[in-house]
């Protein structure tokens, strides 16, 4: 099992940024994909974007428009989901997972999740 914990969820107003980051307690960090995905209330949860192991390769969902960028330092054991123009629609809870497989954007492929951590959008 991986442990993974996030951070750097909160209130923002529409336009502006946020920087999540997932911290994981495995010792092979750089062989794991991860995975970011978010869920609103009352919808399914949603694929965000993805990053490999190396960090070489990413993926993200069509709805982002190029405002989010994924990222990862090894060295650290921590992924990170740069945010910009925050729209009200990005309210959700987001999720970071790790995969030992390559990169995916679906999250039946991930067994390793956070805690989730909440970003609000305002008008």
């Known amino acids: 099992q991986v442990q993974l914990v996030e951070s750097g969820g909160g209130l923002v107003q529409a336009g502006g940024s946020l920087r999540l980051s997932c911290a994981a307690s495995v010792r092979a960090f750089s062989t794991y994909a991860m995975g970011w995905f978010r869920q609103a209330p009352g919808k399914e949860r949603e694929f965000v974007a993805t990053?490999?192991?190396?960090?070489?390769?990413?993926r993200y969902g069509d709805s982002l428009k190029g405002r989010f960028t994924v990222s990862r330092d090894n060295r650290k054991n921590t992924g990170y989901l740069q945010m910009n123009s925050l729209k009200p629609e990005d309210t959700a809870v987001y999720y970071c997972?790790?995969?030992?497989?390559?990169?995916?954007?679906?999250?039946?492929?991930?067994?390793?999740w956070g805690q989730g951590t909440q970003v609000t959008v305002s008008s």
């Open positions: 997972a790790m995969t030992p497989s390559g990169i995916s954007a679906n999250p039946r492929d991930f067994g390793s």
């Open positions: 990053i490999s192991g190396s960090g070489g390769s990413t």
